[in-house]
């Protein structure tokens, strides 16, 4: 496996493997990698033929009081597992690389970055399709790969590939759960032992939003507050946001529906923590 440090290096290997009849997957991340991220490595690498990885932890979608500086950054650990799950070339720029000296371009998808994880981290999700943007251009994949746990970003991305006639497709891949229920995320490494199992209220909110769907409940409004009570009940937990809302548009709808996206974030200790589900 190939590590390549410039936007030049990304583009030559990535034509010159469409060139072979190579379909081109990328996979972006920011580092930190687990078994989440490996699950979207395995699917890349059973779609395409030529994988790329990219492990850049971005700037812009930190606010100023987030975890930029101490984000988990474990490089040599990280190439690892890409090359054992399929990845052909790891793509790791420096962010002078990304954004040169100068940048004053941001990709704004309007309406949908203010909402949800927008709306309490104003700027994210700018700087999010910023750099996927420059990424879909340096590497020109045919297929990109995201975790479901992002549900909001995705939905960011998708509209910003439609809006821009961008030709990568995005691919969205399940999420990824400890035997426990917790989602998998770079930044469980914050939580204590205590915070660990406060956490857990995440993925039973989830859980409780899915079986009363089941059950037959369709009023978001009930949904949110059954699911308020789970919160209710681990006081150490700060809610930021229980919503159901349209997948595509980021608002919130009435009534549940298939598709539906019930979504979910909170602090745990000093972590900020995500999941979600898509009702069916």
């Known amino acids: 496996m190939e590590i390549l440090r ?3 290096e990304l583009r030559a290997w990535s034509r010159q493997e469409r ?27 059973a779609s395409c033929s030529a994988v790329a990885v990219s492990i850049f932890v971005n700037p812009t979608q930190f606010g100023p009081n987030e975890d930029f500086s101490r984000y988990p950054r474990t490089f040599d650990t990280d190439c690892a597992l890409s090359e054992a799950e399929g990845a052909h070339v790891v793509f790791a720029p420096s962010v002078d690389e990304l954004y040169p000296g100068g940048a004053a371009t941001y990709v704004e998808v309007a ?3 203010g909402r949800l994880d927008g709306a309490s981290r104003p700027g994210h999700f700018r700087g999010v399709a910023t750099v996927v943007a420059k990424l879909f251009i340096a590497a020109e994949p045919d297929l990109a790969f995201f975790g479901q746990k992002d ?28 035997k426990d229920g917790l989602a998998l995320s770079s ?16 993925s039973r909110a989830v859980h409780e939003a899915e079986n009363l769907f089941a059950a037959g409940e369709r009023s978001a409004s009930r ?3 059954v699911t308020r009570e789970t919160f209710a009940a681990v006081p150490e937990i ?4 229980i919503a159901l809302v349209d997948w595509a548009k980021l608002e919130p709808v009435e009534i549940a529906a298939p598709g539906s ?7 745990v200790g000093a972590t900020r923590l995500i999941d979600n589900t898509i009702l069916n």
């Not at 996206?261 to 602090?267: E, I, M, N, R, T």
């Open 6 to 8: 410039t936007v030049a």
């Open 19 to 45: 060139a072979r009849g190579k379909t081109i997957g990328l996979v972006p991340t920011m580092g930190a990698l687990h078994q989440g991220h490996a699950s979207l490595i395995q699917a890349a690498a």
């Open 111 to 113: 309406g949908l970055t």
């Open 151 to 178: 549900a909001a970003q995705v939905a960011v991305l998708r509209r910003m590939t439609i809006d821009l006639r961008l030709a990568t497709e995005l691919v969205v891949c399940p999420i990824v759960r400890e």
């Open 187 to 202: 930044r469980n490494v914050y939580l204590s032992v205590e915070e660990r199992e406060q956490a857990l209220a995440l």
């Open 223 to 225: 949904i949110i507050e």
């Open 238 to 241: 700060r809610v930021d946001y």
């Open 261 to 267: 996206l019930f979504a979910v974030a909170a602090w």
